[in-house]
């Protein structure tokens, strides 16, 4: 199962990216020719009329396979950018022969150029009759748009068009204004006028597609790229690509920035069938992500080529996980040999390598809290003795495992082990688990941080990690725009808090190996972590580096650095106007008087352990749906935990539905603190478990929650079988040390 690690080279040679690179050239230098689209002048639009015209002759950026048109969808317009306000819109039209429109205006300036096919442009003098609703149309000239040859129509501009000839159609289409935000064009009902309507936009307009061929060969082609499932997270657990990373189509807004900094990166966009993915590549290009694509047919159409389906959450860290146990043969014991062992008073310590939030909520009793990264920097103080048996648990495999191996890889001399099976086991066995504790975490003394020092650096090193010093980093941050590049601090959330590195984000390490795809979308990127006490980062970027996917490097900050204080900020990005707040109080009177509904948006545990009472919860993807069966006149009220995503998607289902819909200021600690009423339970919940991935911990009936427990285990048994059907994964596991 071990992989051959495989080079990066990011020459972006594919054709999505030179595509992306030459529009992107393009729009630069329109951008410069017309300053101001509402004010272009006819010299301004034939200048770049002459550049779109090259555009064109490139002929191969825009292969007929990622723009397909068929007998049953003959006529097809394709989005290639497209600014936050509509502007300089660029689009591929594409159409069979005999394609045509009737006549029309834009209501904008537009350019049309050829790349291949021949569209026939027809103009026709527009002149007003008596009657108001009927004008007389006369033709003026025709020009056929073949590659090389292009058209300026201003504003007022009617015309036609036809593909004629025996050859398919494509045609670089260029307005000042994107064509699905201009209401007042019309079209007539005849080349000779008469009366005419409001013609709309087209039904749909698509995003450039790729084959599941071609993804499965892109993710190992050694360039950046980024697959992102658009469907709510549970949706999307259910079954998906291994390196697909959720991204709710929704929630973008507040993940994109973070899972993908870089906006000229290649994304591919995934879903079940392509009915979300379009909508999800139109959001990304307004908000500036340049080379985007759908996977063609979604997941269904990946599963019909052949390739393999997984399920679950985190599922690259889970196999890899699995991989280690199967490569490395990492011992393991028993619920019942470690009740034994604690009950007969042995020589043995159990650490917990989950978060302290997930060891708060249960544990073992006698365990030790102990993340991840945390392991080879303090385990010496909690079993200074090289005789005491280390067992590593978690609340199923992965953590148990990675962490044990973690240990074992780093040389201390103790006997190490995982709990096979985790909590999950310990339950399953009869037995009960402590909840509440807190975790606190001993300070290694300076000799053991010595020695854990030179086991986490000899690991680092066998790995392959680099270290950088401030003018390497001042150049991968100088390179950011041609390469992507995560800097994560890996330390406990108490220190990141304290004081950490400007810009840098917060990633605890034991989380980042466990959770990769939750940080760090893009397969091909830089990572650098922050190497404050010369263990922490050194034993996560080890394991990220046999994980593979990404370069990983080191940074030692300064002895006295500049530092930002408290959480990470949050940053949400803006396509619409905001959405009204609300206070807590202004919402309650509104659902007191009945003028209101609210909904609760965020996750439907949170839902259940408290929420306002009489809230439905619904994910924010079927909102749309569920507003318009109520009363006009009700006013739509968003609720989420933060209230940040709850403000997000307010202001986008508002700017769909034209509802008066408002976001309730504060989330639920506002709520709380105004002495509202709550409620707790699943009752109104709408969208079942499409926003997580149900955990069987939450089962209250022990039989569901036992079957839950053994599904999961086997589920987990049997991704090595499944990383063996999907091939090449990058993973490069260390050989034992020598």
């Known amino acids: 199962m071990t992989q051959t690690h495989v080079s990066l080279d990011f020459s972006g040679s594919d054709i999505a990216s030179r595509r992306t690179a030459a529009v992107a050239d393009f729009i630069a230098q329109a951008r410069r020719l017309v300053p101001d689209p509402e004010r272009a002048t006819p010299e301004q639009l034939r200048a770049v009329a002459t550049l779109l015209e090259r555009l064109g002759t490139q002929r191969e950026l825009f292969a007929a396979e990622h723009f397909p048109v068929s007998a049953q969808n003959p006529a097809q317009v394709y989005r290639l950018s497209e600014d936050a306000a509509g502007r300089y819109a660029l689009y591929l039209s594409t159409g069979l022969p005999g394609k045509s429109q009737p006549p029309h205006d834009h209501t904008t300036w537009a350019i049309i150029a050829g790349v291949s096919g021949n569209e026939r442009n027809v103009f026709l003098r527009r002149e007003t009759t008596q009657d108001a609703t009927r004008d007389s149309l006369t033709a003026e000239r025709s020009v056929d748009v073949t590659p090389g040859v292009s058209v300026v129509l201003s504003p007022t501009d009617v015309h036609?068009?036809?593909?004629?000839?025996?050859?398919?159609?494509?045609?670089?289409?260029?307005y000042g204004l994107a064509i699905d935000r201009l209401p007042g064009r019309v079209v007539f009902e005849s080349l000779e006028g008469g009366t005419y309507r409001t013609f709309g936009p087209p039904k749909s307009i698509r995003h450039p597609v790729v084959s599941p061929q071609a993804l499965k060969a892109a993710l190992f082609d050694g360039e950046e790229i980024a697959v992102l499932d658009v469907r709510e997270t549970g949706v999307f657990a259910h079954r998906h690509i291994l390196f697909a990373a959720s991204a709710p189509l929704w929630r973008l807004e507040l993940l994109i920035d973070r899972l993908v900094p870089r906006r000229g990166t290649r994304i591919v966009l995934v879903d079940g069938d392509e009915s979300l993915s379009h909508q999800a590549a139109a959001k990304l290009a307004r908000l500036g992500w340049r080379n985007v694509s759908v996977l063609q047919g979604g997941t269904d159409g990946w599963a019909a080529a052949g390739f393999e389906i997984f399920s679950g959450t985190?599922?690259?860290?889970?196999?890899?996980?699995?991989?280690?146990?199967?490569?490395?043969?990492?011992?393991?014991?028993?619920?019942?040999?470690?009740?034994?062992?604690?009950?007969r008073g042995d020589n043995i310590v159990v650490v917990d390598s989950r978060t302290p939030e997930e060891f708060a909520a249960f544990s073992l009793p006698f365990a030790h809290s102990l993340p991840g990264a945390e392991l080879v920097y303090r385990i010496a103080e909690i079993a200074p003795d090289p005789e005491t048996f280390v067992v590593v648990n978690c609340a199923g495999r992965t953590r148990s495992i990675v962490g044990a191996q973690t240990l074992i890889d780093a040389g201390i001399p103790n006997r190490v082990a995982s709990l096979r099976n985790g909590t999950m086991d310990w339950l399953l066995t009869g037995r009960t688990l402590a909840h509440g504790r807190s975790a606190t975490f001993p300070e290694p003394a300076p000799d053991t941080l010595a020695k854990a020092r030179e086991r986490a650096a000899d690991v680092a090193q066998r790995a392959g990690v680099q270290r950088i010093d401030a003018a390497e980093l001042a150049r991968f941050e100088g390179e950011a725009q041609e390469r992507s590049l995560y800097r994560f601090d890996v330390r406990t959330e108490q220190e990141y808090a304290a004081g950490h590195l400007p810009g840098w984000r917060w990633a605890p390490g034991g989380q980042l190996v466990q959770a990769t795809d939750e940080y760090a979308a893009v397969r091909g990127a830089r990572i650098v972590l922050a190497d404050w006490d010369g263990v922490r980062a050194l034993t996560t970027g080890a394991w990220l580096a046999q994980l593979g996917g990404y370069e990983v490097f080191l940074y030692t900050p300064p002895a006295l650095?500049?530092?930002?204080?408290?959480?990470?900020?949050?940053?949400?990005?803006?396509?619409?106007?905001p959405a009204p707040l609300v206070s807590p109080q202004q919402a309650q009177a509104l659902l007191k008087a009945g003028t209101a509904s609210v909904f609760d948006i965020d996750r439907r545990a949170a839902f259940e352990k408290k929420h306002i009472a009489g809230a439905r919860f619904a994910v924010p993807d079927r909102l749309e749906a569920l507003v318009a069966e109520l009363p006009e006149a009700q006013t739509v009220l968003l609720h989420s935990p933060d209230g940040v995503l709850a403000r997000s998607v307010a202001a986008e289902l508002a700017a769909r539905t034209g509802r008066d819909v408002r976001a309730i200021a504060g989330g639920t600690p506002a709520w709380v603190a105004a002495d509202l009423p709550v409620a707790q339970g699943a009752e109104g919940v709408l969208t079942g478990d499409d926003d997580h991935w149900y955990s069987p911990y939450a089962h209250h009936d022990l039989e569901l929650r036992n079957a839950g427990f053994q599904q999961y285990l086997d589920w987990e048994l049997g991704l090595v079988a499944q990383l063996a059907r999907e091939g090449t994964t990058g993973i490069r596991l260390l050989p034992a040390a020598g």
């Open 314 to 343: 985190n599922v690259p860290s889970k196999a890899f996980g699995e991989v280690i146990e199967h490569e490395k043969h990492t011992p393991w014991i028993t619920s019942d040999e470690l009740q034994q062992r604690v009950a």
């Open 561 to 577: 650095p500049t530092l930002e204080i408290g959480a990470e900020p949050v940053r949400v990005l803006a396509l619409h106007a």
């Open 160 to 174: 036609t068009i036809e593909l004629i000839g025996d050859e398919p159609g494509l045609h670089l289409h260029f």
